[in-house]
């Protein structure tokens, strides 16, 4: 292998030869001498990269493997069997780089499925990835029955992923992975305050724990606080005390589409009033009010939730927030996602929830399954309980969506909230 030498040390080899011929040529009146060099050059580098395992687990329903997952070297091969809508399955292979060279993943080529009844998602790895010496890295492939209303035709659907690696450059140094808000990277973490990955919705990130850097302040002084980045960009953001007590609506219906009392007021009177900042940042989105029912969710996993607020939705400039908003705030993942297990240790759970407002009653945008008078709110404790729409003892508080492309300055703290840069 050849060295390359800057110019400093090309200068000191040069003047070291010159010094060298000088002293050959004062002895060569006395002496002569021929001098012979050989030598053997071997390369002990070795380029290795390859799938080392793949393992198999269910994320929903009852899907099963027709076969058991096998892997090569160089292939990853599953055969997954779909009873019913919903079912899902999650591949996570591993890929070592048992070599000594630095191998950088220049591309990831990833179908469509072929079939709209059965879905593809694959995430983990990404192009520009590093993948170091000894390292491993993890691709992780989700294969879903999408919710069909009658059997398909097409039983089945083929996923070829080709991952094309090289040796990474001398000194290279990744690109910036995950997500930025409003243009600035910011860190995924998996336990304790921050920005984590919304587990039930691929590339949608959730801000979660006790007081993450969430914090976004406008012109006129209001602090906001970001819920969520979504998969199209926009950010939903929730403000951060409440308005006055007011009925969520006085004739005591739950239909949010009605359009219920306290809809009419935040996106007429309340939008009509906010400062410039705000709403010339705002887009109309699409908002998911689908009722949860507990019938056949008495745990209330909120999978199961968030499928039935979309059942529902409705497109307007301000809203509220949901039952699974609320829930996936919490960074006790462990003992406070479910509705069961959030009311059941809400003591507890209220602690790691930076959307709980101590001493107060507060609306979701939520209503209940099993009634067409009541809604969900939040208790002076963090408890979720649901009551009559009619009653003007509980709080709203609003929730917008801002658009994709702004751009942000500040850390986001409430000492340095993100603020929009004009």
């Not at 499928?307 to 939705?313: A, N, V």
Request: with cysteine; aromatic share 10%; proline share 4%.
């Amino acid at each position: 292998m050849k060295r390359r030498f800057n110019r400093t040390q090309r200068n000191y080899i040069i003047a070291g030869l010159c010094m060298i011929l000088v002293i050959m040529g004062v002895g060569y009146a006395a002496f002569q001498s021929q001098l012979k060099i050989s030598g053997t050059s071997n390369i002990t580098s070795n380029w290795s990269v390859k799938i080392t395992d793949i393992q198999s687990k269910v994320v929903n329903g009852t899907p099963t493997n027709a076969s058991a997952p096998t892997h090569t070297d160089t292939t990853a091969t599953f055969r997954t069997t779909l009873t019913s809508p919903g079912d899902t399955m999650q591949y996570d292979v591993t890929v070592l780089n048992e070599g000594d060279i630095d191998a950088k993943l220049d591309k990831i080529t990833i179908p469509e499925s072929t079939n709209p009844a059965i879905g593809f998602e694959v995430k983990g790895i990404e192009e520009g990835s590093l993948l170091r010496s000894k390292e491993t890295a993890m691709l992780t492939v989700i294969v879903k029955y999408n919710n069909v209303t009658e059997q398909p035709s097409d039983l089945t659907a083929d996923l070829k992923v080709t991952l094309d690696y090289s040796q990474a450059p001398e000194g290279y140094v990744p690109p910036v992975t995950g997500p930025s808000i409003g243009g600035q990277p910011v860190e995924i973490v998996e336990s304790g305050d921050g920005l984590y990955e919304d587990t039930y919705e691929s590339g949608r990130y959730v801000y979660k724990g006790a007081n993450p850097n969430n914090y976004i302040e406008f012109d006129n002084g209001e602090i906001w606080r970001i819920v969520a980045k979504e998969t199209d960009g926009t950010y939903k953001i929730l403000k951060n005390d409440l308005l006055s007590n007011q009925a969520w609506d006085s004739t005591n219906s739950n239909n949010w589409t009605r359009p219920a009392t306290l809809n009419t007021y935040l996106n007429g009177e309340y939008y009509t009033n906010l400062d410039s900042s705000i709403k010339d940042n705002i887009v109309s989105h699409t908002w998911g009010i689908g009722a949860p029912s507990f019938e056949d969710n008495q745990e209330g996993e909120i999978n199961k939730v968030i499928e039935d607020e979309k059942e529902t939705t409705w497109n307007g400039s301000v809203g509220l927030i949901s039952l699974s908003d609320y829930a996936l705030a919490n960074s006790n993942v462990a003992s406070c996602e479910s509705m069961m297990d959030l009311n059941m240790n809400s003591e507890m759970c209220r602690t790691t929830n930076w959307m709980y407002i101590s001493g107060s009653y507060w609306w979701t945008i939520s209503p209940n399954a099993g009634s067409s008078t009541s809604v969900w709110y939040v208790l002076v404790d963090g408890f979720l309980y649901n009551n009559g729409a009619y009653l003007s003892d509980y709080a709203p508080r609003p929730a917008v969506y801002l658009k994709s492309d702004i751009t942000l300055s500040g850390s986001g703290t409430s000492l340095d909230p993100f603020k929009i840069v004009s």
